[in-house]
């Protein structure tokens, strides 16, 4: 029992932070209608940048996150000016394959400058834990929730109560009327992909210390992302929440109870098991258009 | 105050309007009338910015709007309001009324103020400030997208179909509202499919056909003419096709 | 006429000679020469077009991308190698299981896609490749792991060299081409082509599109898988990372894309261009950056591709050569278009002149809400059989959410819908198209990618295997579609695009497109707006004429002149309920309608009352 206890709570804690590195990729969908191939190589970049910043000038990964965010931002801006916007214009369907040579190219780029030895950041909380009874809390995980609430509840914060989140809303809920109003949804857009990378940035500064990385680790990162958002429901903010928390829970029963080989396969199954069973997400209340023929 | 000349201007490639001309007097309230398709929305899309006429140029209090944003438009003065699904469901009343100053993004408590002074106008943004605008009833989006065209105090309120799907009581407020706005000093050009309710409503009225104006006259006169049965049920003295 | 017939045939005949001799020549060229550097290279290049000629059935015909089809080469390697490695089954015919294997896959994931659509296929595709890799690298037992698993050496004289090799592939490409004309000129290719346009649109013409993706998918994968097991062969040791390589499939989209996707030799060519280039950068990009290097090197050509190249190399170049020519040939089209518009054609099959008494069609109770509002709310009607049946309101009264309804594009809440007596409101879009039911739209709808007369040969009466592989289009179905168009005035249209169209040939298009179907019901939304008098007279007839066959008409039109001249009876709608029916003559007298057109007069003293 205690052992089940133990492990939920480690799924529930990293599944949080799951949900902090997939809402960039949700976020762009819902306004954008664009699923961004490269989110996995935008957290492994990040993680990078939150890498260096702790070797070279020994800052703290969660205090780096808010130097590397800003810089992550303003380079997705440009790839969405420079790349994806334009692709989109000529072809929406091929958008996406743009976006996964931009993963590509990021990956490329990540080795380059790194190489391909596998980094990690590791500030003193990494390898200790909290103990509430017989559950052992690790610190590093602990943190990163929290560091997710956090960060996840300011963009919250931003959605819901500023003049930015409001037109985000109005942008991708209604575009023609959005104009009405004179939001210009091609506008908000890129701010749409600033704060996604930006957020995602956040994510891969819990990841640089909760995970060993090297520059292909992406593709993994891509599905793991992926099958969160899918679970929740393509472009919904608070099923991402849930998605994140669910696979969470999922990947550590498998891992402890089927073995943590296999645990890395637990994304892929639940992206192939919920599009065929239910391609809206598992909490969706209704079937969007866009899914059902 | 609103002067549409030789507008040309469409989708795809189609015309849909063919040098159509308007003119509407400041303070007055201007029906568009037609029967479907004749281009009724599309001469407030072309005003609004939404839609770049081809050809024509479109005078509002001394400004050429061709080719100005929908945002630059609002900013000016001149608000449209949609003819269906003009909210945003996932935001409170307040906040789409709110989301009328986006253009201008003026200090929290000018905009509240107001608010305040609009709630007296419309009591619904009133009494449900902090329910969500998709929880609302058609007539009550109605007042919702009313007040919020009303944040900017507009010159010109362009109303597309304010009766369509609303129950005989809801339209009724719908009247009262667009006077009440009128009296408030904003010009109003509607567009509207119930025809008795529009020419109740307006001092002047234009009668279009397949993109170009048929009859001009006030509310009283096209009222009493002979072919305003006949246009809506397609027996109109004939007008050049649009396509082919 | 006859002249461009010649030219057209000199054309290919020249084309077939060009092909012959490239085969020839890369027949021939192991035997000339011993490099075997080179014969290395057309091996790959064999593979990479097997595999973006693979991709392109799914990719360019059908419009659905695929960003995992080394799947199916991993599929087909690691199959080839465990028969042949634990079973001792002989090489060759591992591979070919190989291919059944990624058939098998194919079919699987068509199944996991069946119910969305676009970007879904993507991530789809994207997963499988991952999760195979994954299984691959995780069943020690039978993969061998990481560590690979490795396929016996080669038995055959070394005189012989890679021989065996090149040739298998060779002949493995020349039938992945040859299936993807084979599939370009049949029945399957018409309807994958308007699966890319507008999907939605091909269901509704009867096109059972489920089945068309999962058969085009399945046909292209078993290629790849063939070429995998081959591939595995060739290189002898397998591994998870070399097998299912994304990078390998982003290569194979790239050819693709660069080539021409949706042409037959786009893929073929951008393999020819793609895999010299990546032997190029492995030999000149040394040290241990190569790998990312190459990496950068080709994502980057991908996003060139995609910004500055989108249609790729060939459709880029023939539309730059033909420009001029088409030009021409449309104003050859446009000038014979005036003759023939009053021939009289037999358009309806055997369904159609047996008509049959009873009702065409029967609403009952039909009911749907968008968010809270009732769109159309507990409607009944009837068509008569053979009748030509008006529907009337004013706009946002329902008539074309009842459209929506009745073809299957939106579900109901309530109600029933019955076609010729028969229950329908259950069954899928193409199967009430089989069943008899046909609509325009008031913006016609056709495939831009088929000619003319390809839009009106495309419906599908009933779904059949064996069909989907007929030709395109039998000489007796170009003859019956000619006759249509001719009997429309649109004859010297036939072999054009119809965004060549204007909006009232459009229209026209789309109803004798529709009449392949062979209805026993057509709904038309709103046939005369926006078309010119003499064109609605044309269509008057028209109408008259197929009604004369016993097809019945439900007829949405503003024009109360046009429904008065057709309309046996006429229903009249407002705020989503029917509020009358009866003949022009008894309605256009009848308060309510009036009252549905201009207003209820009641609207204006209710709203003195204060709010």
């Not at chain 2, 201007?30 to 770049?52: E, M, Y």
């Not at chain 3, 199967?431 to 088929?450: E, I, V």
């Amino acid at each position: 029992m205690a052992a089940l206890i133990q492990t939920l709570v480690f799924g529930l804690l990293i599944g949080g932070v799951y949900a902090l590195m997939s809402t960039g990729l949700t976020l762009v969908f819902g306004v954008m209608k664009i699923v961004n191939m490269a989110q996995g190589a935008f957290l492994i970049l990040s993680a990078y940048l939150t890498y260096s910043l702790w070797t070279y000038a020994g800052i703290d990964p969660l205090i780096g996150a808010f130097i590397v965010a800003p810089v992550m931002g303003l380079l997705g801006v440009i790839l969405y000016k420079g790349i994806i916007e334009r692709a989109q214009r000529i072809d929406a369907g091929l958008a996406i394959v743009a976006t996964f040579a931009l993963a590509l190219i990021l990956e490329a780029v990540t080795a380059l400058i790194w190489g391909p030895e596998p980094a990690t950041t590791t500030p003193d909380y990494f390898n200790q834990a909290v103990h509430i009874g017989s559950i052992a809390i690790p610190k590093a995980q602990l943190y990163a929730c929290i560091f997710a609430v956090v960060i996840t509840a300011g963009l919250a914060f931003i959605i819901k109560r500023t003049w930015l989140g409001h037109a985000i809303t109005a942008a991708s809920e209604n575009p023609e009327g959005a104009r009405l109003i004179g939001v210009e949804p091609a506008r908000v857009g890129t701010w749409i992909f600033a704060i996604s990378i930006a957020t995602t940035a956040f994510g891969g500064a819990a990841l640089s210390f909760l995970y060993q990385f090297v520059p292909d680790s992406q593709d993994g990162w891509i599905g793991l992302t992926l099958s969160v958002v899918i679970l929740g429901g393509l472009g919904s903010i608070p099923g991402v929440v849930a998605g994140g928390l669910v696979l969470g829970v999922a990947e550590a029963l498998t891992s402890n109870y089927v073995s943590v080989q296999w645990s890395t396969a637990v994304p892929f199954i639940l992206i192939l098991v919920v599009l065929t069973v239910r391609p809206q997400g598992l909490f969706a209340l209704h079937s969007r258009e866009d899914v059902s023929s | 105050m609103i002067t549409l000349a030789g507008v040309c201007g469409g989708y795809g490639g189609l015309d849909i309007l063919s040098a159509f001309e308007l003119n509407v007097e400041p303070g007055t309230i201007n029906c568009i009338i037609g029967p479907n398709g004749a281009g009724k929305s599309t001469v407030l899309k072309t005003v609004s910015g939404i839609l770049r006429p081809r050809l024509g140029s479109i005078v509002v209090n001394g400004l050429d709007l061709v080719g100005k944003s929908p945002a630059e438009i609002v900013k000016f003065g001149v608000v449209q309001v949609p003819q269906r699904h003009g909210l945003f469901a996932g935001l409170t009343v307040r906040q789409n009324v709110m989301m009328g100053a986006y253009v201008a993004r003026a200090s929290k408590k000018r905009l509240d103020a107001r608010y305040d002074e609009l709630a007296g106008m419309f009591p619904i943004i009133g009494k449900r400030a902090s329910h969500r605008a998709g929880g609302l009833s058609g007539g009550q989006r109605r007042m919702v997208e009313f007040a919020r065209a009303m944040m900017l105090e507009p010159q010109v309120v362009l109303l597309d179909e304010p009766t369509l799907g609303l129950d005989p009581l809801s339209r009724g407020v719908i009247y009262e509202s667009t006077r009440a706005m009128n009296e408030a000093g904003v010009t109003v050009l509607m567009v509207e499919q119930n025809v008795r309710f529009g020419l109740s409503l307006a001092d002047t009225v234009t009668v279009m056909s397949a993109g170009r104006v048929v009859l001009t006259g006030t509310a009283s006169e096209i009222e009493r003419h002979p072919d305003l049965m006949g246009l809506f049920f397609g027996l109109a003295p004939e007008t050049d096709q649009v396509a082919e | 006429m006859k002249r461009a017939l010649l030219r057209g045939s000199a054309k290919r005949s020249s084309r077939l000679l060009a092909l012959l001799i490239g085969v020839l020549a890369l027949a021939a060229y192991p035997v000339l020469s011993d490099n075997l550097y080179v014969q290395n290279m057309l091996i790959l290049t064999f593979i990479l077009a097997i595999g973006a000629s693979g991709w392109n059935i799914m990719g360019g015909y059908a419009g659905y991308i695929s960003l995992g089809s080394s799947l199916f080469t991993g599929l087909g390697a690691y199959t080839a190698g465990i028969l042949v490695a634990d079973f001792g089954v002989p090489p060759f015919i591992g591979c070919l299981v190989g291919g059944v294997t990624a058939g098998v896959a194919a079919a699987l994931l068509s199944l996991v896609t069946r119910r969305t659509r676009g970007m879904y296929f993507v991530i789809v595709t994207f997963a499988a490749l991952q999760l195979f890799g994954l299984i691959a690298r995780n069943w020690k037992s039978v993969t061998g792991g990481s560590s690979g698993l490795a396929m016996p050496l080669p038995m055959w004289n070394i005189a012989y060299q890679d021989w065996p090799f090149y040739y298998s592939l060779l002949v493995v490409l020349l039938a992945a081409i040859a299936v993807s004309v084979l599939i370009r000129r049949s029945k399957l290719g018409t309807g994958l082509f308007a699966i890319k346009d507008d999907e939605d649109k091909a269901s509704g013409i009867g096109i059972n599109a489920a089945a068309y993706k999962m058969i085009a998918f399945v046909l292209g994968s078993i290629f790849i898988g063939v070429a995998g097991g081959i591939y595995a062969y060739y290189i002898s040791f397998i591994t998870p990372a070399g097998m299912f390589d994304i990078v390998a499939s982003v290569l194979m989209v790239l050819a693709a894309l660069l080539g021409g996707r949706g042409t037959i030799w786009g893929p073929v060519l951008g393999a020819f261009i793609i895999e010299p280039l990546s032997e190029l950068t492995t030999t000149s990009f040394g040290g241990p950056n190569a790998g990312s290097f190459r990496l950068l090197f080709f994502a980057g050509i991908l996003v060139l591709v995609v910004l500055f190249l989108p249609k790729g190399l060939i459709p880029s170049i023939s539309e730059a050569l033909h420009n001029t020519a088409r030009m021409g040939a449309l104003r050859i089209a446009r000038g014979s278009s005036s003759s023939g518009a009053s021939a009289r054609t037999q358009v309806a099959g055997e369904r159609g002149a047996s008509a049959m008494a009873g009702d065409a069609l029967k609403v009952s109770g039909l009911t749907k809400s968008f968010g809270g509002v009732k769109a159309v709310n507990d409607v009944s009607l009837r068509v008569g059989a053979g009748s030509v049946t008006g529907l009337i309101g004013p706009n946002g009264s329902g008539k074309t959410t009842l459209f929506n309804l009745i073809d299957g594009t939106v579900t109901p809440k309530a109600g029933t819908v019955a076609l010729a007596g028969t229950s329908i409101e259950r069954a899928s879009r193409a199967r009430r198209a089989h069943a008899g039911l046909a609509r325009t739209y008031q913006l016609p709808r056709l495939f831009d990618s088929l000619s003319v007369i390809e839009n009106v040969v495309a419906p599908e009466r009933r779904f059949s295997l064996t069909r989907l592989f007929l030709p395109r289009m039998s000489g007796d179905e170009r003859d019956q579609a000619l006759d249509v168009l001719a009997q429309f005035g649109l004859a010297g249209f036939a072999d054009i695009s119809p965004s060549d169209l204007s909006y009232g040939q459009r229209k026209l298009v789309e109803l004798a497109q529709i009449l392949s179907l062979d209805p026993v019901l057509v709904m038309l939304d709103e046939p005369a707006a926006g078309i010119s008098p003499a064109l609605t007279e044309r269509l008057t007839a028209i109408i008259r004429n197929l009604n004369g066959q016993g097809i019945a008409i439900l007829l949405v039109e503003h024009d109360l002149a046009f429904i008065a001249e057709l309309c046996d009876n006429v229903f009249v709608m407002a705020d989503g309920e029917v509020v009358a029916e009866g003949t022009v003559a008894e309605l256009t007298g009848n308060a309510v309608v009036v009252d549905a057109y201009l207003g209820e007069p009641a609207a204006l003293g209710i709203g003195k009352v204060k709010s």
